[in-house]
């Protein structure tokens, strides 16, 4: 009898997080004093001189090729703003995932499960690492002084014409900035990918509960399985752990939802605007060998970055289609019972219980 089949009753908590190194980028560098000081500094910064560009581009310039080019950096600049604020206004986002959901250790079900689920922490490691790497590099690259910055970034010019004795200082502090504007725009779907991942491996977890919920009557008589009472009782005490856990988790993943649904259309709005800037640059005509591994490297990271959030997304919602409620008890090849309906009732019942208890516990 494996554990899954022989534990359904209260598991221990996670002791050492699996997605630590997730973790640490999407959310204990965050934590840092130090970190969160140049990120606001670096948001007030952009906001203000992206303010200044506006004003610049609608009421001062003239130059449709210029508007068009310096406006290619200026929708750029808007999904990354977007990411600093999101991520400046809740930096302990990632952190309340153990308050939202008690999380289950990864052997609760079985060596088998824990084996897959390791696996797969470890890819996910890969991923993190080669995308953060990427993405730095493609900060690093865009503080080099190319030969027709100037034409790209409106701030540098500014600084050019109306700052000429200090344009080298304020260039490169102006520079600098760019590493934590490049992290930014990684971090954000990172707390995503680590949000989505940890829920998924309780579904897991939980599923391969369901999954032997009758195991242990296997190489019993089938036949008298409807009418012992030890079956019965054992079969519905299970039932009730996994309805209980299931409805853990859609309270977490429901709040988790209502949290971040309003930051949808404004995260859709950025990513628009961010492939029309790639679009600007790449077509228009202006980009010359020295800027393409600044492209490249950019352009690589936003692929990984929002594949990943796309895989995480994908893969949590498919393995929420695999949960096996809606299954069978099989006791032999003629007799099964179909619990579906059964699960409806048993579930509303435990819902109502539980509101009943919390007002007696308040009264």
């Known amino acids: 009898m494996n554990s899954a089949s022989s534990g359904y009753t209260s598991k221990n908590a996670m002791r050492s997080d699996c997605l630590k190194v997730l973790r640490f980028f999407a959310s204990d560098i965050l934590q840092f004093k130090t970190t969160k000081i140049f990120l606001w500094i670096t948001f007030v910064v952009h906001v203000f001189m992206n303010l200044v560009q506006i004003y610049f581009l609608t009421c001062v310039y003239e130059n449709s090729k210029e508007i068009v080019l310096y406006a290619a950096v200026l929708f750029g600049e808007c999904y990354s703003m977007l990411a600093m604020w999101t991520i400046l206004y809740d930096t302990k986002k990632v952190a309340r995932l153990k308050d939202d959901l008690y999380l289950w250790e990864l052997d609760s079900a079985g060596e088998k499960v824990e084996k897959k689920i390791r696996r797969e922490v470890k890819y996910m ?44 200082v304020l260039a490169i502090l102006y520079k600098v900035t760019f590493i934590f504007t490049g992290y930014s725009m990684v971090v954000q779907v990172f707390q995503i990918i680590y949000y ?18 009758s195991d242990y009557y296997h190489n019993s008589n089938e036949e008298r399985l409807f009418y012992d009472k030890e079956y019965q009782t054992t079969i519905q005490n299970r039932l ?33 605007l961010l492939g029309i800037s790639f679009a600007i640059v790449m077509l228009s005509g202006e980009i010359t060998p020295e800027y393409y591994p600044r492209q490249a490297m950019a352009g690589l990271a936003v692929v990984l970055t929002f594949c990943g959030a796309i895989e995480a997304g994908q893969s949590t919602e498919s393995q929420m289609e695999e949960m ?11 007799y099964s019972v179909n619990y579906n309906l059964g699960l409806a009732i048993v579930r509303g019942i435990y819902s109502i219980g539980t509101v009943f208890a919390n007002m007696n516990l308040n009264a």
């Open 196 to 213: 989505t991942q940890h829920l998924r491996y309780q579904i897991m977890l939980l599923n391969e509960h369901i999954l032997n919920i």
């Open 125 to 168: 490691t890969i991923y993190i690492v080669i995308t953060f790497v990427i993405a730095l590099c493609g900060s690093l690259l865009f503080a080099v002084n190319l030969s027709h910055n100037l034409e790209w970034f409106f701030v540098l010019r500014f600084f050019k014409v109306y700052f000429p004795d200090q344009y080298i």
């Open 240 to 272: 009730k752990f996994c309805i209980k856990r299931w409805d853990e988790y859609l309270v977490a993943y429901n709040d988790k939802v209502n949290e971040v649904k309003h930051q949808l259309i404004f995260f859709s709005l950025a990513g628009w």
């Open 324 to 334: 096996a409620f809606v299954r069978k008890i099989q006791c032999s090849e003629n």
